[in-house]
């Protein structure tokens, strides 16, 4: 890293940070912040940077906000600089002033070749169908299968059950009958099951 004026040298940590952010790519100042060791601290950035001379080599231009957009400074002309000099390093901005962070955005320890393309494909990540991944899924799609078929045949066990349980006009009858016989005492019943005067 460049000299960096003695006023400025508390903010070394932001610096070295700015610093490596590479070409063709940018972060927040929130992120800057956090790498720094300075969570929540985005707005220290933003004065760091600012306390920057102009002979100071730290790439200053590559820190945006998290919109995706130049943070406006002293002036128009900065942001008109700023967006220039992203620009020419292949930055592409779109018809709001925005840069796409998630085709653009800087993570450390991520080579640009690594990058996620944006839209759906960058949402569901892709994995390599191993034999052991493939095992996974057949195990998991018999396991669906046997969860469809199970209720099905309970169904129709309890169906059965029912049928079989439905009572039949015999079967009414009989149970009427076995049920008067039970009420009525027999006549070679002893005289107080009968009900009669004794």
Partial sequence: MASVADSAKGWLPVYRVVCRIPPGQVATY?????LSGMPRAARQVGWALSALREEDDVPWHRVINARGEISPR?????????????????????????????????????????RPVSGKAASKPVRKKTPKRRAQIAGKQAAKKATKKAPKKASKRAAKKTVNKTPTRASKEASKKSRKKARKPTRNAAPEQRGSKA
Avoid: M
Avoid at 30 to 34: K, S
């Fill in 30 to 34: 929130g992120q800057v912040a956090a």
């Fill in 74 to 114: 002293g002036g128009p002309e900065f942001v008109d600089l700023q967006r220039a000099v992203l620009e020419s390093e292949g930055v592409e901005f779109n018809a709001r002033g925005r840069i796409d962070l998630d085709c653009y955005g800087w993570v450390p320890g991520r080579r640009k070749t690594d």
